[in-house]
């Protein structure tokens, strides 16, 4: 299944915006959201929900746990 970092990259894509579009929706610095994607460091739990609303995606999904978004 992917990862967590493949399947955000997918989804930010997928949506058409930058890194530096979600990490300013999530309020925190583009690096530290970059760092989510080349799998540097682990998002927190508010944070993982506050990307699942903004993909519109379930945190399994987003997690790599779910086929289903």
Known sequence: MPSFADRLKELRKAKGVTQRQVADFL??????????????SEAPYATLAKLADYFEVST?????RSDNS
């Open 27 to 40: 309020g925190i610095k583009e690096r530290s959201y970059q760092n989510y994607e080349y799998e540097n």
């Open 60 to 64: 399994d999904y987003l997690l790599g």
